[in-house]
């Protein structure tokens, strides 16, 4: 069964340093998101993506923050200098074409991230 | 304003007890809804979804959702709990004009004992 592949599983870093989270979203999906969820905490819509552009976001994505799909593959979500309260679990997620099965997102394994 | 709820935090059952995770949503009109689960360390799954017609859906794993208009809820039920189900449980309605973006609610712990 198709899925969504995360890389790296963890990624340490140090505050201020710039990170790539990445992810392979599945092979037919026009539609992509990132989440993230901070220890303890719920769920939060990050940003989604569509043709090549950003689709919404949320208020926590800000300057900071960027995605790109550099290639026909690949998605991926940057922040330019990390804070100690970036530090969550990053999800990605990727949908289909519209219709109603567009509206199923499936998620990677997630990324945790801590910045020290 | 569009927002989720689930009342409990913490739900423990015994093994082949039965199940109900409560969600309320608060919305103009019917939102997509979805309940995903997340296992310990894991991403999240699709139990199941609703968009529209038959109020009682069935998911994966035994599990089944009813949409009840009247009261803005989607609860979650397992008629017979196993071991494995231990997790946490997320209700996330997905109101239109959100460009398919989900609505976490803040999520059910099930722990389940022997």
């Known amino acids: 069964e198709p899925e969504v592949t995360q890389t790296p599983s963890h990624q340490v870093t140090q505050m201020g340093q710039e990170v790539i989270l990445r992810c392979v979203p599945i092979?037919?999906?026009?539609?992509f998101y990132w989440y993230r969820q901070i220890l303890g905490q719920k769920v939060e819509f990050l940003v989604s993506f569509y043709n090549n552009e950003i689709s919404e976001k949320s208020e926590i994505f800000d300057d900071q923050f960027s995605v790109e799909r550099p290639d026909g593959s690949n998605f991926t979500l940057k922040i330019r200098s990390t804070k100690l309260e970036d530090s969550a679990m990053y999800f990605c997620?990727?949908?289909?074409?519209?219709?109603?099965?567009?509206?199923?997102?499936?998620f990677g394994p997630g990324t945790r991230l801590t910045v020290t | 304003a569009q927002s989720v709820t689930q009342p409990d935090i913490h739900i423990t059952v015994s093994e082949g007890a039965s199940l109900e995770l409560r969600c309320n949503y608060s919305y103009g009109a019917t939102p997509y809804l979805f309940w995903y689960v997340q296992s310990p360390g894991q991403g999240l799954q699709l139990l199941l979804k609703y968009f529209s017609g038959d109020t009682l859906v069935q998911g994966i794993k035994g599990f089944e959702a009813e949409f009840k208009r009247s009261q803005s809820s989607f609860n979650l039920r397992k008629p017979s709990v196993h071991w494995s189900d231990a997790a946490e449980y997320f209700c996330a309605p997905m109101f239109s004009g959100g460009y398919n973006k989900l609505i976490f609610g803040a999520g059910t712990r099930l722990a389940v004992h022997p």
């Open positions: 092979s037919n999906h026009l539609y």
């Open positions: 997620a990727s949908s289909e074409t519209p219709g109603e099965e567009a509206y199923e997102q499936y």
